[in-house]
């Protein structure tokens, strides 16, 4: 593989972050050229998963480079055409929600708007507890959007969180790949 320019967009799953990171460290010794981006509240927020600076320190570790973490950071990835690939990982609800109702009030939503611009694809790694309740149909929508693409999902525990999806992280790289190439990866829809 050439080297590829991706960008790389933490949302606020913060249960799902340690898995995250080690998704991005495993793309990063595969080649890609990471752009890292966070959303406020995953640039700032200390929870009991670790603290805001912990997660801060790591990404730019593995990325070699600064987070963008503003609007103004984001827009030029439109206009400058920055980045081959867009990936959400994790993707929670509320931007699943954002995404699909266009709206763009933070630095990742407006990392995909901007990166939408140039009909390049977007792959998000959902991870919400309710996937199969109210974010569902904005799974839909989003399914139904040129140019973006899923990580295969699946419910996390159908037993005590009926409505919980997440991404197999695993097959992230298979899954860039593929929406390189306008293709969604197959199957979608994973059994645990």
């Known amino acids: ?27 990063a010794a595969q080649g890609w050229e990471i752009q890292p981006i966070m959303s406020p509240i995953t640039y700032r927020t ?15 570790a593995l990325c070699g480079r600064p987070i963008w973490h503003t609007i103004p950071q984001v827009e030029p990835i439109g206009p400058r055409a920055l980045l081959d690939l867009l990936l959400v990982a994790p993707c ?19 990392a995909v708007k901007a990166h939408l611009r140039n009909l390049r694809p977007v792959v998000l790694a959902v991870s919400t507890n309710d996937g199969l309740g109210a974010s569902a149909r904005n799974i839909g929508t989003l399914l139904n959007c040129r140019n973006f693409y899923f990580v295969p999902f699946a419910q996390d525990d159908p037993l005590h969180k009926e409505a919980s999806l997440v991404a197999d992280l695993s097959r992230t790289q298979e899954t860039l790949l593929a929406a390189l190439q306008g293709r969604q990866l197959q199957p979608l829809l994973l059994q645990k």
């Open 1 to 27: 593989m050439s080297t590829k320019k991706l960008g790389f967009a933490l949302c606020g799953s913060f249960c799902t972050l340690e898995r995250t990171l080690q998704t991005m460290e495993e793309l």
């Open 92 to 110: 929670t609800g509320n931007t699943l929600g954002k995404l699909a109702c266009g709206i763009t009030d933070t630095p990742v939503t407006m």
């Open 46 to 60: 200390d929870t009991r998963f670790g603290t805001a600076e912990q997660w801060r320190s790591r990404v730019e």
